[in-house]
């Protein structure tokens, strides 16, 4: 799939950005699975590149928040990026189901949280950072580690949530081999893929899905039929999210999980949660405009408003006086014809022809001698 160009600056940007932190105290961007928002291009776990590859395709992309009415109405994809180690509630299971159900020609696309990009990319900054950031480098790789680690601490050895089976504890391993449905594997190069499993998804006795994808036996996606739409589960964003897309080979399978939607001009809904996923809502809210301060928790109303707010500090103090005590400047009067002579001269130096200024003097002189 051929990129568009703002896709490539948005990948040109994580890694120039990211690569400029390396030595300093500021922190890589690094929420999960947004896509609206000012941080969502800049964060390395972040969806923007993924869903610019399908406005790229044609289709028409939205976020949300919440699983309302209105999205229902409106998704014909679902992309589904929990910021959450847990398999999905089941409330949240049913609404969904429920909604592939209503419509055919409906795709779900669940991508498991076990992978985080921030990790990825200190250990990546290892290898080009000088004597000196190493030791920073490795500390920034430990943090994001244990981060990582505390968030997985309490999960059962394995989950079983009707849509699939999610085995924890086996050992870590970056995936170099390709397996599976011709669709997804042709054209792609496996010793180029810098894919990471650590929990491994398998088939629920209760679901009738496919794996069409897999390497040594570890499924990467499955495939399930609902009626006429369609379930599709990812293992894990390692080739999705900004920072992995800059893989080329990731980029190409994105794009077959793209093909898989079906034919442009879909509505794309990227559903953006945290722990315990979206909140249901039986109604939505009515649309209105905020007011008062409430404007400035809007965005993009909040970046504008404070642009503005600078720029008219800025105006206020060039209009404003001179800071001081004031002080009493000198009288001028046009009665004075020693601001003629001073006028006068300005004009001959300007000219800067001494023999003219001269001769002007000379001829002041005799005329007004008498």
Not at 167 to 188: C, F, M, Y
Not at 205 to 234: F, H, R
Not at 341 to 366: C, E, N, S, V
Request: hydrophobic share 40%; aromatic share 8%.
């Amino acid at each position: 799939m051929k990129l568009p160009v703002n896709t490539f600056c948005r990948l040109a940007c994580v890694v120039f950005g990211c690569a400029l932190l390396v030595g300093c105290d500021e922190e890589v961007e690094n929420g999960y699975g947004q896509r609206a928002g000012i941080n969502a291009g800049k964060s390395v776990n972040g969806t923007s590149v993924f869903a610019d590859m399908f406005r790229h395709e044609g289709h028409n992309i939205y976020s949300a928040r919440t699983l309302s009415p209105r999205v229902a109405e409106r998704a014909d994809c679902i992309v589904w990026f929990p910021d959450d180690y847990e398999t999905p509630s089941e409330d949240v299971r049913e609404w969904l189901e429920q909604w592939l159900y209503e419509t055919p020609g409906r795709t779900l696309v669940y991508v498991a949280r076990d992978y985080d990009a921030a990790v990825d990319y200190w250990t990546r900054m290892k290898t080009g950072a000088s004597a000196t950031q190493k030791p920073l480098v490795q500390t920034q790789v430990l943090d994001e580690k244990n981060r990582v680690q505390q968030r997985r601490l309490g999960l059962p050895a394995s989950e079983d949530c009707e849509w699939f089976v999610v085995t924890r504890g086996a050992k870590p391993r970056e995936v170099r081999t390709l397996q599976g449905d011709s669709d997804w594997t042709e054209g792609i190069d496996p010793a180029k893929l810098d894919i990471e499993l650590n929990a491994r998804i398998e088939l629920s006795p209760m679901s009738t899905a496919d794996v069409v994808l897999q390497s040594e036996g570890d499924a990467l996606v499955l495939c399930d039929e609902w009626e006429d739409s369609q379930l599709i589960v990812v293992a894990n964003g390692s080739f999705l999210l900004n920072l992995p897309l800059i893989n080329h080979e990731h980029r190409k399978l994105a794009g077959k999980l793209i093909d898989e939607v079906g034919p442009a001009a879909k509505n794309v809904v990227f559903v953006e949660s945290g722990p315990g996923g979206p909140p249901i809502r039986e109604t939505d809210p009515a649309p209105q405009m905020p007011t008062g301060l409430a404007i400035f928790n809007l965005w993009p109303t909040n970046w504008i408003l404070f642009h503005l707010a600078i720029v008219g500090i800025l105006f206020c103090f060039v209009r404003m006086p001179i800071f001081g005590r004031p002080r009493q400047l000198p009288l001028v009067t046009t009665s004075d014809f020693g601001q003629h002579i001073d006028a006068m001269a300005t004009l001959l130096k300007r000219g800067g022809d001494r023999a003219y200024a001269m001769t002007r003097l000379l001829h002041y002189q005799q005329t007004t001698r008498d």
